[in-house]
């Protein structure tokens, strides 16, 4: 079985639907999402439709945590905007009552079983600190992936790609659809084959013209939302 690892949408959909093009043409049969469907971007509405075909297994990141912190009053409309711009607040605007639901009642990790392997989902790291993993990160941190009984870890909340294995544990970071910070700053997501246990990772081109638009519609005044996507 060919699965999809996609982390970090961003509530962009125009990223997502080419990464979801590309899941087709590689004959992804499942996909796994490790978190932040929202946050940022704009399109949370049409990223929900668009996962709706797929069989999905996901667990929720911190931006669905604002979300329901925002929802809950515990988190104020002008913190979230000056840290993150106005995604968060034109998703609970646009958002079904069903969509906002399955957002924020998302599980904090997920243990599945697959073909005799146990495979962990979880947002930044199994220990669920807000730490990031990156690829240049020390060994120290790295070294506590090696203490769970798993097969897999996957991961995602940096943005940047990377895989790794500590004591036998494989730990997958997919890298961001819908907002990547390395270089090119193309879609990015990788396929598992469960079959063979090869790890494949995809830089996906979109069209960023339709997104840009919507960053000046909805915030022209944030450089960060602009120059992350034009690196």
Known sequence: MKIGIISDIHGNEHALGKVLDHCTYMGVER???????????????????LLKGWQVSAVRGNHEEILSALMNKSLSDRAVIRKYGNGHLVALADLTEEALTYFIELPQSLEIQ???????????NPWHSPEYIYPDTGLSILQK??????DYI???????????????VTCINPGSVGQARDKFSLASYSILNTENEVITF???????????????????????HRTVLER
């Open 31 to 49: 996909l796994f999402i490790l978190g932040d469907f929202v946050g940022y971007y704009y399109g949370a509405k049409i990223v929900y439709e």
């Open 114 to 124: 697959l073909n005799g392997k146990r495979i962990f989902l979880c947002h930044s």
């Open 145 to 150: 992936f090696g203490q769970y009984s798993y």
């Open 154 to 168: 996957l991961f995602g909340h940096s943005h940047y790609p990377c895989t790794f294995s500590m004591n036998g």
């Open 202 to 224: 995809y830089k996906i081109p979109y069209d960023k013209s339709k997104l840009l638009a919507q960053v000046r519609q909805f915030d022209s005044k944030s450089n960060y």
